[in-house]
Every structure is written in C-alpha cells, then in structure tokens.
C-alpha cells in the first residue's frame, strides 16, 4: 500500500511539474503540458485501480487543491521575475525628413505605390508615403502631400491642372 501512495504521489507531483512548466516557461501547447495532463489523470486512474473508490475521490481532491496551490505560490512569488522580460524599448525611428515636409507640396514617386511606397520630395527628401485613397500611383507619377501624421504622409496623385502649372 506505501508503494502505491508514493507512485501515485510521484505522478501528482511530476503531473502537476509539467502543467506549470507548460502555463509559465513553454509557448503554445506542448509535450510538458500534455504530459502533465495524463500524470494527473494517470494518478487518479492509478488510485481508482489499485487502493479504490475513496482513494480515487481524494486523489482528485489532492489534484485540484494542489495545481491550485502551486499556481497561486507561483503567481505570488518572485519567481516569475527571474524570468520575466521587463526591458522597455526606448529607441525611436528617425522621422527627420517628414519633419521637413507640409501638406500640398509636390514631389514624384520613386517606386509604384502599392498603395505604400517611395517619394522624394524637393530632390532630396526620400520618404515612404501612402495613398490616402488606397489607390495605386505607378513610379514616375507626381503626388502631392495630403496629411502628414507622426510616421507617415498620406498622399494622392496631382490633378492635371496643377501638374501642368508646375511643368510651366
């Protein structure tokens, strides 16, 4: 009887081992977690074949009281901090060039917009900009500034009328 209490105790606590190996270390449904599942499903299976039905009810009863109880000391101990990732990422794109930039100026596209692509702006300002309607604007084709938000300039295709004033 020993025998059976210790292999059933051994499944507990290798079942219960791998379930929090799978919720706090491992991404993603894995072995360990799958694992864990049988171990403590095998611990009840085990004590519901060998030592009986009440044996089988406080075997359930001890699995759930202590994967709660092992979740809980987790949660509240410092445990997790050792492993947790707590850099924050300060760097910034450099957004010169569309600092430089306002809205109605005239500049022509490097790259076909898809509807994202490159512009340069007063022969020397090369920046991404997108189509504010969606719209595909082909390499070569002249745009005009839109709206320019934090890290991005929304442009749209030049009428006629005022392509052919910036020609003359």
Not at 94 to 119: C, F
């Amino acid at each position: 009887m020993a025998i059976e209490i210790i292999i059933i105790t051994f499944l507990i606590l290798l079942g219960v081992g791998l379930f929090l190996a799978e919720v706090f270390l491992l991404p993603g449904i894995t072995i360990a977690g799958i694992a864990g599942g049988v171990m403590l499903i095998g611990s009840i299976a085990y004590a519901f074949y060998y030592m009986g039905e009440t044996a089988g009810y406080i075997t359930i009863a001890a699995n759930v009281i202590i994967t709660v109880a092992a979740f809980i000391f987790i949660m509240k101990s410092n445990a997790l901090n050792h492993i947790a990732l707590k850099t924050d990422i300060e760097a910034t794109v450099d957004q010169t060039e569309i600092r430089q930039l306002q809205t109605g100026q005239i500049g022509v596209t490097l790259s076909r917009l898809n509807p994202i692509g490159k512009a340069e702006f007063d022969s020397q300002y090369i920046v991404e900009v997108k189509s504010i309607t969606g719209e595909f604007i082909d390499e070569g084709e002249d745009v005009q500034i839109v709206k320019i938000e934090q890290s991005s300039v929304m442009v749209q295709t030049v009428p006629q009328t005022e392509n052919q004033t910036s020609i003359n």
